[in-house]
C-alpha cells in the first residue's frame, strides 16, 4: 500500500524545475528536516498568515481552505488568540498545583460526553491521548490485542504507528494488531454495512484467539477519516461495538478528527452512531492549533492503569491550555458552528453530488457536516483514480483552493473546512472543482 | 522502590483535615481527575500568577520558585508572551507549508550543536522526543536493548515509560532495557567515577547480547536529575560513550532537563561531558511552558528510520512553536542567563555547602548551575533520609519557598529555579531551609 501522504507531496527530485527562491528555501528545508521533510502539493506553499477560512501566501495571495480541522474555529481566531495571550501573561505552570481554569474546562469537557465517562487525563496531542488510551485498554482488560480498520491513522508514537496501518512505508502492523476492511459505505450497501463491519469485528477477535492474543479494544475513528470518510447510515458502528462488549473488549472512540462539531449534529462522531465508548481520546481542534490532548474514561479504568504506572505530562492541564481550550467551546456555541458545520456542509455535499451528473468521474459523494469525501474513479472500470485525486488536488491549489487526499488508494477528495466554512465559500469550493474536473478529465 | 513523586505528592486520605474551600477543591479534582491526580505538598498550593522566580496563590502570597524548569526563563516572561501572542495572531498551522520562521529556528537550534547532527524534527513534547529517538535508534541499529540508569525518568509515551524505571509502581521495565546504578558521586569516588560507570554500561551490553539481544542505546540524562544529580567530575561519560560506541552503539542525550543553558556553563549538558551524541532530545525549558519538543541527529540515522515510516507531528514545528522557541533563545542571551546559572548556582551551591557545617543531615551538595542536589542522609548511620527530605520540602513550602525531591529514595533535595534566580533569591531559599532544618532535625 503506497502511503496516502505520498499522492499529495511535493517530491524533492523535481525542485530543480522551480528555481529562483522557491527552490532555494526548498533545498534549505531538506537540509534542516532531512528524510522526515514532506510538503504538500507539486508546487509547495510559503503561508505567513491565516483569517477565517483563509491562508495568505508571502505574495498576498489568498487561498480558501478547505483542508485544515486543526484551526477549527477559523485561524488566529481573536477570542482565541486574547485567551491564550491573557493566560500566557499570567501563569502557564504543570498541574501539580491546583488552578480553577483546568477543573472548569474539565467539567464542561465531561459535561459534554456521557456521564459514565468521568475521569479526564489531558495531554498535548491526539498522538500521546490514543496512546495512553491503548494502555488503559491494556491494563483494564489484561489484553493487547487491538482492531483498527485498514487505512486508518491514530498518530505518530512508537504505540500508536503500530496501530496505523498507513505509516508504514515497509511491512505493516505487528500480529497483535488486526487490520479490518473499513465500512466502505460506496462499496458495500446501506443495509449490509453494520452487519458486515460488525462480521469483520468478530472475526479479527476470533482470529486474536486462536493466535493465543487476549483482545483489548477496538481503536475506531468514526468518520473513518483516513479510511475514505464513511459516515452513513448513522448508527452502523453499534453492532461492532456490542461484538466488542460481548467479548468483554473495550471500544476507544478515537475523536481527534471527528470530534467538536465537525461532523454537525453532534459534538462527538460516536454520537452519530448512539454508541457510548469506554474512552474517548481527543487532540486536533481541541486548542485550535495550541497543543491540548484528552483522555475521558471511567475511572475503573483509569484505577486499573494507576495501579501499576504513574502518568504525568508536563505541558497538560496547564492552565493556558484550559484557557484556550475553553476559548475554543465559546466560539463554537457563540458563532453556532455546529449548526454551521451541518447546514453548509449538508449544502456543499448537495453541491458536489450534482457535479457528478456533469462528471463521472465522481462515483460517490459522502460524510457529515464539514468532513467531506468525493471518491474518483475511472468511469471505464470504476476502479480507484489516485492519481486524478492528486491531479486535481494540485489543480485546485493552483486555482486557491486547499483540499487533500484520503482512502485507502488515495483516491478520495477529503474536504475538511474551518468549521466557519460559509455557502459563499461552499460555492467557491465547488466552481474550482467543476473547473479542475474539468480541465483533467 | 517507593515511586518518588509519592514522597511529595498530597495525599487525598488527609483531605478531611484541610476543610473549607481547599477540601472542595481537592475533592472537585479529586472527582475529575480520578487515580491520575497528583499535587505538590501536604497542604496543597492553588497558584493563580507567576512572574520571574515568584509565584503567587490566590490570597496574594509571594512564593519563591526553585523548582520549576520549564518556565525556564522565568514566569510570563514578556518577550515571550508577546512573541506567541504575535505569531497566534498572525499564523498557527502545521509544518507541511513552507514558513520561514521554523526554518530560522531550525537552524539557530542546529547551530548550537555539533555539526554532525545536522537534522532536526519537531515534536510537542519531551516525551514524543525520546518516543521518537528510542525508534530512530533502533531502525539505525537494528537493535532493541537500551539502557539507562536506575531512578531515571525519560516520558510517559509507552515506549519511553519502558525506559522510565520510577514510573513503575509496580514491576519494572522489560528484559530489553536494562537498568544500571547512576553514577553516584556521593558514593563513588571522583577518581573511580567514570570507570564504574563505564565498567556498568559495558557489563549492560554484554548481559543484553547474552541474552540474545541486540544492543541499541544508551538513553541519558547527563544531569541524573531523577537519580539524584550527579554533575561531577565533568567529563565522567565519556568512557561510557565509548563503550556504546565500540558495541555499536548509539547515545542518546536527553537533554529535557539538563539544556538550554541550566547547567551554565553550556547550553547543552552533554557538552560538559565533552561527548557527542547521535540523538539529542529536547523539550521542557524549548517554550517556556508551550509545548515545544525536538529531535536533532545524523541525516543517516533519520533516513534509516524513514524508510521504514512517515512521521508527522501536527501541532510540531508551527509558526508560534518557532516563534517561541525563539523568543525563549533571545532571553537567555540577552539576559545573559546561561552566564548567570554559573555564577548565581555556584554561589548558592557554596551557601548550602555552608549549610552543612550546622546540619549534620546534609551530606552532599552538589550539581551545576542551577540543578543543585542535596542529599539528606541520617548523621547516625548514614543511610538516605527520605522522611526527612519530604520534611523539610513541606516546611519550605510552609515557608513560601518551593523545591522537590529527587533520588531513588527521594532523599535528596532538588533546586532547579528558573534561569534568573538572582543572589537575593539565592539567600532567601538559604535561610528558608536553614530554618527549616533547625525546626525539623
Known amino acids: 500500500m503506497k502511503p496516502i501522504l505520498a499522492l499529495n507531496a511535493f517530491d524533492m527530485n523535481d525542485v530543480d524545475v522551480l528555481g529562483g527562491a522557491l527552490e532555494r528555501q526548498l533545498r534549505r528545508r531538506a537540509k534542516l528536516f532531512g528524510a522526515a521533510s514532506v510538503l504538500f502539493y507539486d508546487r509547495p506553499l510559503e503561508i505567513v498568515r491565516g483569517e477565517g477560512c483563509w491562508l495568505y501566501d508571502a505574495d498576498g495571495a489568498a487561498y480558501l481552505d478547505a483542508y485544515n480541522n486543526v484551526p477549527s474555529v477559523g485561524h488566529a481566531h481573536p477570542h482565541v488568540v486574547e485567551a491564550a495571550a491573557r493566560q500566557l501573561s499570567q501563569l502557564n505552570v504543570h498541574n501539580r498545583y491546583l488552578h480553577h481554569g483546568i477543573l472548569d474546562y474539565a467539567e464542561r469537557l465531561l459535561g459534554t460526553l ?35 480498520t485498514e487505512a486508518a491513522y491514530h498518530g505518530n508514537t512508537a504505540l500508536v504507528t503500530e496501530t496505523s496501518p498507513t505509516s508504514f512505508k515497509k511491512g505493516g502492523p505487528p500480529p497483535r494488531v488486526r487490520v479490518i476492511p473499513a465500512p466502505d459505505s460506496y462499496r458495500v450497501s446501506p443495509e449490509l454495512l453494520s452487519e458486515t463491519f460488525a462480521g469483520n469485528v468478530a472475526a479479527a477477535i476470533a482470529d486474536l484467539s486462536n493466535s493465543g492474543i487476549r483482545f483489548s479494544a477496538l481503536l475506531i475513528d468514526s468518520i473513518f477519516s483516513s479510511d475514505g470518510i464513511f459516515a452513513d447510515p448513522p448508527g452502523f458502528l453499534r453492532a461492532a461495538a456490542d461484538v466488542v462488549r460481548s467479548a468483554q473488549g473495550l471500544v476507544i472512540a478515537d475523536e481527534v478528527q471527528p470530534g467538536f462539531g465537525r461532523t454537525g449534529a453532534s459534538l462527538w462522531g460516536f454520537q452519530r452512531h448512539g454508541v457510548t465508548p469506554d474512552i474517548v481520546t481527543m487532540g486536533k481542534p481541541m486548542g485550535n492549533g495550541y497543543p491540548i490532548g484528552a483522555v475521558a474514561t471511567r475511572p475503573e479504568i483509569l484505577d486499573a492503569f494507576c495501579a501499576r504506572y504513574g502518568y504525568f505530562n508536563t505541558y497538560a492541564g496547564s492552565p493556558v491550555a484550559a484557557a484556550v481550550g475553553q476559548a475554543v467551546l465559546d466560539v463554537i456555541e457563540r458563532e453556532q458552528l455546529m449548526d454551521n458545520a451541518e447546514r453548509v456542509g449538508a449544502y456543499l455535499k448537495q453541491r458536489l453530488s ?30 480507484p483514480a489516485p492519481d486524478l485525486a492528486a491531479t486535481i488536488i494540485n489543480q485546485l491549489r493552483h486555482r486557491r483552493v486547499l483540499i487533500g487526499a484520503a482512502g485507502r488508494s488515495g483516491s478520495v477528495l477529503k474536504i475538511r473546512p474551518p468549521l466557519c466554512f460559509s455557502t459563499v465559500n461552499a460555492d467557491q469550493l465547488v466552481a474550482a472543482l467543476d473547473e479542475a474536473l474539468a480541465a483533467a478529465c
Chains 1, 2 share one sequence.
Open 114 to 148: 456521557p456521564a459514565s465517562l468521568s475521569n479526564i487525563s489531558f495531554t498535548c496531542t491526539g498522538s500521546e491521548s490514543n496512546d495512553l488510551a491503548l494502555r488503559l485498554a491494556s491494563s483494564f482488560t489484561g489484553g493487547e490485542g487491538v482492531i483498527v
Open 354 to 383: 450534482d457535479l457528478s451528473v456533469r462528471h463521472r468521474h465522481i462515483a460517490d459523494v459522502r460524510g457529515a457536516g464539514f468532513y467531506i469525501g468525493v471518491e474518483l474513479v475511472d468511469p471505464l472500470d470504476g476502479l
